[in-house]
């Protein structure tokens, strides 16, 4: 291990573990990149994750080796925020959307925090809530990947206007991730 990798993992805490890339690729509009995470506590080291992320202008969709996902809008100069989203349209399906609120993130309710105490400011988290039907749960926006994959357009109606996005290529793009992520290249911590 170079000297440098070492002074890189000594300095590294599990929130910024360092990133390895493995592999990049492109299919029509839609930009992959793959990297391994490492695990800065262990040595040798050990991979911490293995990530995907599939971006194209005001889109990206993150994949990690656990199943974990996470979809974003907007961005990238794109000029909405999920914040005002109202509606997510894939094809023909569309599905109400609304911010929903989580209680304070990382805080159990029933505890007095001192001040100070990193959790003491109680911060509200929220996730993008999508539902087909009135009466319907909210579920989180990540529960639409399946449609999007197979979907042919994308349409997200927010306050200040309607963004539309073309799917074609996405499944291509998450066949790349997948194989890329669960080849041996990503497993590798040389690079050469």
Not at 4 to 17: C, F, G, N, R
Not at 54 to 82: A, E, Y
Not at 133 to 149: F, I
Request: proline share 6%.
């Amino acid at each position: 291990m170079t000297a440098a990798i070492a002074l890189l993992l000594a300095a590294a805490t599990p929130e910024a573990w360092p990133e390895l890339p493995v592999a990049e690729g492109r299919t029509g509009p839609w930009r992959m990149s793959v990297a391994t995470y490492v695990n800065p506590r262990e040595t040798p080291p050990t991979i911490a994750n293995i990530r995907c992320s599939i971006r194209r202008r005001g889109f990206s969709l993150l994949l990690n080796r656990h199943g974990g996902m996470q979809l974003l809008f907007g961005g990238d100069g794109t000029g909405f925020s999920i914040v005002r989203i109202k509606a997510v349209t894939i094809g023909a399906a569309r599905w109400e959307a609304r911010l929903v609120p989580l209680p304070a993130a990382d805080r159990y309710s029933d505890i007095d925090y001192p001040a100070g105490h990193p959790e003491s400011a109680g911060t509200a988290d929220n996730y993008l809530g999508v539902r087909r039907d009135e009466g319907e749960p909210w579920l989180h926006l990540v529960s639409l990947v399946d449609e999007l994959a197979e979907g042919r357009t994308l349409a997200v109606e927010h306050e200040s206007g309607t963004y539309r996005l073309s799917l074609a290529g996405l499944s291509q793009a998450l066949r790349w991730c997948t194989a890329v992520m669960e080849s041996e290249r990503a497993r590798r911590f040389s690079r050469r």
